[in-house]
């Protein structure tokens, strides 16, 4: 069965700080990674992610994915309190247009 | 337009009333998607369309969802007889295939009372 794990499920840190949040992934016939970012309903892309070891980049935020290993972590360095929200990890698969949705990192940010 | 949209942003009603939730994807996107989310967990899958046709609605919950997109952009969300079940933000999302990631709307949260 298709499944998509993060770690960890909440994380609380201080303004500043630099947080990793990790996704594992067990799925046939992977296409891609995606990362999102939630606050109140709607959750916001970030990345998407295909191939190995090459790493994305917005402003604070970058993501790496291990296709060998079956992982992707986010990270977001010098914390800011904008930046507490849930983090979505989701998978497509290349057998469907579905999304594989792990259940997030809830961070919070703490001034 | 420019994202995704949704209406109503808020919905509120009464066990076994009928209700319409509607989604403006973003211009040009073929495909979209309708997701729902319940507190504390990801979006769970309900239906997909690729232009007019659900290509798959296997995660339609039972008869008591259907969902329709006639014109090939705005698609329709319809819940009949809702339950205290159905309770949840109901989100919407299209894409272009081929270039990958979902773009969301802001969701429709949805209250049976």
């Known amino acids: 069965e298709d499944k998509v794990v993060q770690s960890p499920l909440s994380l609380v840190v201080h303004e500043g700080d630099t947080v990793t949040l990790n996704c594992s992934y067990e799925?046939?016939?992977?296409?891609?990674l995606l990362w999102y970012k939630q606050e109140k309903k709607a959750p916001t892309f970030l990345f998407m992610l295909?191939?190995s070891g090459i790493e994305k980049k917005s402003g604070r935020l970058s993501s790496i994915l291990d296709k060998k290993e079956l992982f992707s972590i986010l990270n977001i360095t010098a914390t800011q309190t904008g930046d507490s929200a849930v983090y979505l990890c989701?998978?497509?698969?290349?057998?469907?247009?579905?999304?594989?949705w792990g259940a997030g990192t809830k961070l919070i940010i703490k001034p | 337009g420019a994202g995704v949209s949704q209406t109503p942003s808020n919905k509120v009603t009464e066990k076994g009333k009928y209700v319409e939730l509607r989604c403006d994807p973003i211009?040009?996107?073929?495909?979209l998607y309708w997701y729902r989310q319940s507190l504390g967990q990801g979006p769970e899958f309900l239906i997909y369309?690729?232009?007019?046709?659900?290509?798959?609605d296997s995660g339609l919950p039972n008869d008591r969802f259907f969902a329709v997109r006639p014109e090939g952009s705005v698609s329709t969300l319809k819940i009949q007889r809702t339950e205290r079940g159905d309770s949840a933000v109901y989100l919407c999302?299209?894409?272009?295939?081929?270039?990958?990631?979902?773009?969301f709307g802001p969701g429709t949260r949805l209250t049976v009372l």
């Open positions: 295909t191939s």
């Open positions: 989701a998978v497509e698969a290349n057998s469907n247009y579905q999304l594989i």
């Open positions: 999302a299209s894409s272009q295939p081929g270039l990958g990631g979902q773009f």
């Open positions: 369309f690729q232009g007019t046709g659900a290509a798959d």
């Open positions: 799925v046939t016939n992977f296409r891609s």
């Open positions: 211009s040009g996107h073929t495909a």
